[in-house]
């Protein structure tokens, strides 16, 4: 049983737009995958499917070995999420709004709150515990929200652009950080960007254009002897 | 606890202190049906004469008539208002967090609705404790006997609200649906005058008021207050809340899509 993310034959369409077209990928136990794509290349669209906020008949997911389509509750409580758009609320202490989340997925008492800490203390973000989201910096914000998506254990980690808006430094952190997570917590993960810089060597690389899996494969390999940018840009024929 | 209980309450307190975070909007709620009763029905008083209808037993002044159908009218704004936050929860993703968890859907939305049913009772019964202030009161037991028809009837207004925002994509679209739904709603019930009366004006009109499910709402409101039960508005009242909570189900049935297209 494959116990990390297996994408297999997944297609959507918006009507007479085809947004995801026999998309196929897998992402191994331990595994950073970057998917990475232009804008438009049907990213969230993929991740809208990934975390069951729509569905299609062409294709099978499954996170941890759960099926999507058949088990998407079990498949769900394996998988944690970290959007794109902001999803705490803002007048709302950090502690809260994590205990609300932990409350959707059935953890309450003493062992959410041990979660709680623990999540936020993995993030280094402890200390703050206590004050409203709203006083938080782009960069603690998502931290929180990466903190957040750790507290039920998952085995997969889904992140959508979750660097943007946040300024350089915030930003390799936050990807230091993850890659961090991946390799010492064994978590598999599938990080949605658009920044090449984002991107290490030893990741795993899906690289979606248009609706298509153009590449896939260990990044340094892909690239070659080129930096990832120009790799990036000749495959998918973005002017630079 | 089980999964289901957690989740309930959660949801349940989330949007009780977001109600706590929004006070001026539980202010506002109260101002609108408070200048209906103290100056629209004041002003109305002499014009409209009433006959004793059921549940009254005796002729009642017309701020009485009303008192049942802007309790209903804060349980229809509420309704509406909370579909606008859904609309406006999808936007910004914390309707992802809460369509994410692994529970089922319809649980979900059912809790989300709870909550704030809840939120738009209490608005009621201050609204009523204020009425009562003014002199328009019922008996103790009235007030008791309104708070299943209240959460009945909020429950309804609720799934309508919720199978609104389902279909509606943008936040923009939303203020053109309010007027279409929340006007002819309130105007054509039997909220601010007796269907009796409509039926004088015009036959089709009290028909369409005979109709619309926010007349059964406000009816199953005005006989629980004086202590009576209407089957008839109950059975319109839960038969339009099943209808508006299948719609919204199917709405937000993610083998239809949710979100707005992107990239």
């Given at each position: 049983m494959?116990?990390?993310?297996?994408?297999?034959s997944?297609?959507?369409?918006?009507?007479?737009?085809?947004?995801?077209?026999?998309?196929?990928?897998?992402?191994?136990?331990?595994?950073?995958?970057?998917?990475?794509?232009?804008?438009?290349?049907?990213?969230s669209?993929?991740?809208?499917?990934?975390?069951?906020?729509?569905?299609?008949?062409?294709?099978?997911?499954?996170?941890?070995?759960?099926?999507?389509?058949r088990?998407?509750?079990?498949?769900l409580?394996?998988?944690?999420?970290?959007?794109?758009?902001?999803?705490?609320?803002?007048?709302?202490?950090?502690?809260?709004?994590?205990?609300?989340?932990?409350?959707?997925?059935?953890?309450?008492?003493?062992?959410?709150?041990?979660?709680?800490?623990?999540?936020?203390?993995?993030?280094?973000?402890?200390?703050?515990?206590?004050?409203?989201?709203?006083?938080?910096?782009?960069?603690?914000?998502?931290?929180?929200?990466?903190?957040?998506?750790?507290?039920?254990?998952?085995?997969?980690?889904?992140?959508?652009?979750?660097?943007?808006?946040?300024?350089?430094?915030?930003?390799?952190?936050?990807?230091?950080?993850?890659?961090?997570?991946?390799?010492?917590?064994?978590?598999?993960?599938?990080?949605?960007?658009?920044?090449?810089?984002?991107?290490?060597?030893?990741?795993?690389?899906?690289?979606?254009?248009?609706?298509?899996?153009?590449?896939?494969?260990?990044?340094?390999?892909?690239?070659?002897?080129?930096?990832?940018?120009?790799?990036?840009?000749?495959?998918?024929?973005?002017?630079? | 606890?089980?999964?289901?209980?957690?989740?309930?309450?959660?949801?349940?307190?989330?949007?009780?202190?977001?109600?706590?975070?929004?006070r001026?909007?539980?202010?506002?709620?109260?101002?609108?049906?408070?200048?209906?009763?103290?100056?629209?029905?004041?002003?109305?008083?002499?014009?409209?004469?009433?006959?004793?209808?059921?549940?009254?037993?005796?002729?009642?002044?017309y701020?009485?008539?009303?008192?049942?159908?802007?309790?209903?009218m804060?349980?229809?704004?509420?309704?509406?208002?909370?579909?606008?936050?859904?609309?406006?929860?999808?936007?910004?993703?914390?309707?992802?967090?809460?369509?994410?968890?692994?529970?089922?859907?319809?649980?979900?939305?059912?809790?989300?609705?709870l909550?704030?049913?809840?939120?738009?009772?209490?608005?009621?019964?201050?609204?009523?404790?204020i009425?009562?202030?003014?002199?328009?009161?019922?008996?103790?037991?009235g007030?008791?006997?309104?708070?299943?028809?209240?959460?009945?009837?909020?429950?309804?207004?609720?799934?309508?609200?919720?199978?609104?925002?389902?279909?509606?994509?943008?936040?923009?679209?939303?203020?053109?649906?309010?007027?279409?739904?929340?006007?002819?709603?309130?105007?054509?019930?039997?909220?601010?005058?007796?269907?009796?009366?409509?039926?004088?004006?015009?036959?089709?009109?009290?028909?369409?008021?005979?109709?619309?499910?926010?007349?059964?709402?406000?009816?199953?409101?005005?006989?629980?207050?004086?202590?009576?039960?209407?089957?008839?508005?109950?059975?319109?009242?839960?038969?339009?809340?099943?209808?508006f909570?299948?719609?919204?189900?199917?709405?937000?049935?993610?083998?239809?899509?949710?979100?707005?297209?992107?990239?």
């Amino acid at each position: 049983m494959n116990t990390g993310l297996s994408v297999t034959s997944v297609s959507y369409r918006y009507g007479a737009k085809q947004a995801l077209d026999d998309v196929s990928f897998d992402v191994a136990p331990g595994q950073f995958a970057a998917l990475l794509g232009p804008n438009g290349a049907g990213k969230s669209t993929l991740f809208s499917l990934l975390t069951r906020l729509f569905t299609t008949r062409d294709g099978t997911i499954a996170i941890a070995g759960f099926d999507m389509a058949r088990s998407p509750r079990q498949a769900l409580q394996k998988m944690g999420v970290v959007f794109q758009s902001p999803t705490l609320d803002l007048d709302l202490t950090i502690r809260q709004n994590l205990g609300y989340f932990a409350a959707l997925h059935g953890l309450s008492g003493r062992d959410a709150r041990k979660r709680i800490d623990r999540a936020l203390d993995r993030l280094q973000i402890l200390d703050r515990a206590g004050e409203k989201a709203r006083n938080l910096n782009g960069g603690h914000r998502r931290r929180t929200e990466i903190a957040r998506a750790l507290i039920h254990d998952p085995s997969v980690l889904l992140l959508d652009e979750a660097t943007v808006g946040l300024d350089a430094a915030a930003r390799q952190s936050i990807t230091d950080h993850v890659h961090r997570l991946c390799s010492e917590e064994n978590l598999t993960v599938l990080w949605a960007t658009h920044l090449t810089d984002e991107v290490f060597d030893t990741d795993q690389l899906v690289v979606l254009h248009e609706g298509k899996v153009l590449a896939r494969g260990l990044c340094a390999d892909l690239r070659g002897d080129s930096p990832l940018k120009d790799y990036f840009l000749r495959a998918t024929g973005v002017p630079a | 606890m089980s999964a289901y209980l957690i989740a309930l309450r959660a949801i349940v307190l989330r949007e009780a202190l977001r109600f706590v975070h929004q006070r001026e909007r539980f202010v506002a709620a109260l101002v609108r049906p408070l200048v209906w009763l103290l100056v629209f029905a004041a002003g109305f008083r002499a014009a409209l004469g009433l006959s004793i209808i059921a549940p009254y037993q005796t002729y009642i002044t017309y701020e009485t008539y009303i008192v049942p159908g802007l309790c209903g009218m804060i349980l229809l704004f509420n309704g509406m208002q909370s579909s606008l936050s859904l609309v406006y929860d999808r936007e910004t993703g914390s309707m992802r967090l809460l369509l994410t968890a692994p529970l089922p859907r319809g649980w979900l939305l059912f809790c989300k609705l709870l909550g704030s049913t809840m939120i738009s009772v209490l608005q009621v019964y201050t609204f009523l404790l204020i009425a009562a202030f003014f002199g328009i009161d019922m008996e103790p037991l009235g007030y008791l006997a309104a708070l299943p028809a209240l959460m009945i009837a909020g429950l309804m207004l609720g799934t309508l609200g919720l199978a609104l925002s389902s279909f509606i994509k943008q936040l923009e679209n939303f203020a053109g649906v309010m007027n279409f739904v929340i006007f002819p709603m309130f105007f054509l019930s039997s909220a601010l005058y007796p269907l009796w009366k409509m039926a004088e004006s015009s036959s089709l009109l009290r028909d369409i008021c005979a109709f619309n499910p926010f007349t059964h709402a406000v009816e199953l409101i005005r006989f629980a207050l004086y202590q009576q039960f209407n089957g008839w508005a109950l059975f319109w009242t839960l038969l339009a809340t099943l209808v508006f909570m299948s719609l919204a189900l199917w709405g937000y049935d993610p083998a239809r899509g949710l979100t707005r297209r992107k990239g």
